[in-house]
């Protein structure tokens, strides 16, 4: 279902390249009666549902086959397996096939069984239930129906599920700290502080009255860049805008120390988030020792190819040379004779 809704979501924004320059979120998803102009630049934003494994149950055969014989020796035994079957060999095309088969069919259940465990890991991460404000009170909701817009409770050691701004926290002053080691490996806790507007609020029913919206920039790969404007609308009162910065944001992946618990209101979801961005899911990793081997793999398999030709050339010209210079001999000897005569 997740990909009929990025179908749809992709049809809803238009090209993406055509995103505004900034993303504007309402708090709560609580659209104010005076905010007309702003709710018309909202875009669809994608869902909170993690994806970091590689295959499925439909694409794993020919992905991975596709995948192991991208490398230069497997491809190679595959081509000599070929060549053995198509020819009269001398030697048994066993030899060849046996020590292929072994290798790929091994190397796949290696690869199934860590992509499994992925599949374990992103099941069990999006099927966690986080506390989440609606309608004045605290509902569990699983991590990947987490909308942008959506305010979260989040408790001492518990990891962020997504990118979210600070709104308050247990500390009076709306002040946490939080340990960013799954991001950037640093042990030490860093300090982030909520906006003075929002930091008196404190229970689910003053944040479900809050009338709000964040207008920050589109998702960056830079962990230290953030930059956007909080607007609290305040009835007759008009707007009051405060800046936002890098102190006010919660990365996904952080955990929450020396904090009973916050309220933020999350901006980016799912592949928007910073430690998506930053975590690049290649096909197939190929260390330095195996991209060498694929080099002089290549060289070798030019020479052999080049010693094929000739050999091939010598096999099917040579006779012909044979031929034309047996012919030329007897018409020399019969010009010869008939010189003789005359």
Known sequence: MSCFRRFFNRLWRGDEREAP?????FVGNNVPEDAIEEEDKVRVFPDNEIKSSKYTVWNFVPKNLFEQFRRVS??????????????DSPVSPLTDWLPLIFVIVV???KQ???DIMRHRNDREVNLKLIDVVQDGSITPVKSK????GDVVK????????????????SNDQGKCYLTTANLDGETNLKLKTSPKMTCHLSTPEQ?????????CQQPKVDLYQFVGTFAMYRGENGVSTTHLGLEHLLPRGARLKDTSFIYGCVVYTGRDTKMALNSKLTNNKFSTVEKSLNSFLVVFLGVLLVEIFLCTLQKHLIPHVGI???RFKLNQNAFNHLDSKI
């Open 112 to 114: 199934g069984y860590e």
């Open 324 to 326: 034309l210079r047996s």
């Open 74 to 87: 497997s491809f190679y035994f595959l081509c000599m397996g070929i060549i053995a079957l198509v020819i």
């Open 145 to 148: 129906y987490i909308y942008v």
């Open 107 to 109: 190397t796949a259940m």
């Open 207 to 215: 944040l479900d009255n809050l009338r709000a919206h964040i207008e």
């Open 21 to 25: 320059a900034n993303r504007i979120l």
């Open 154 to 169: 989040i408790y001492q050691d518990q990891s962020l599920p997504c990118d979210v701004v600070l709104l308050s926290s």
